[in-house]
Nanobody
Framework: QVQLVESGGGSVQAGGSLRLSCAAS????????MGWFRQAPGKEREFVGT????????YYGDSVKGRFTISRDNAKNTVYLQMNSLKPEDTAVYYC???????????????WGKGTLVTVSS
């Protein structure tokens, strides 16, 4: 079992920045990738980005490219999502996820956090 706990959500004005954290615990040794998804009111869950643990390779969804950055700290079993130039449409619950394979699909994720709310005001 793997447990994922997100933190860092909150309210920010458009154009501002926010940094989310996701701490993993439990049997994490077989995790291949960790990433972020988000879900806004009335919308389906959307892929944000992933990072591989071994090489640190990243992949981003089109809507956040150039604005969001994923990083990791292997010693802390923690991934981060640095969000810059935030827009009102970024408002959503952000979920941390982990998988034992390289994928950007939510159905392929093996573990999920409970989410943290990010609200961007205009």
């Amino acid at each position: 079992q793997v447990q994922l706990v997100e933190s860092g959500g909150g309210s920010v004005q458009a154009g501002g920045s926010l940094r989310l954290s996701c701490a993993a615990s439990g049997r994490t040794f077989r995790m291949y990738v960790m990433g972020w998804f988000r879900q806004a009111p009335g919308k389906e869950r959307e892929f944000v980005g992933t990072i591989t643990w071994s090489g640190g390779s990243t992949y981003y969804g089109d809507s956040v490219k150039g604005r969001f950055t994923i990083s990791r700290d292997n010693a802390k079993n923690t991934v981060y999502l640095q969000m810059n130039s935030l827009k009102p449409e970024d408002t959503a619950v952000y979920y941390c996820a982990a998988a034992m394979r390289n994928s950007r699909y939510s159905n392929d994720m093996d573990y999920w956090g409970k989410g943290t709310l990010v609200t961007v005001s205009s």
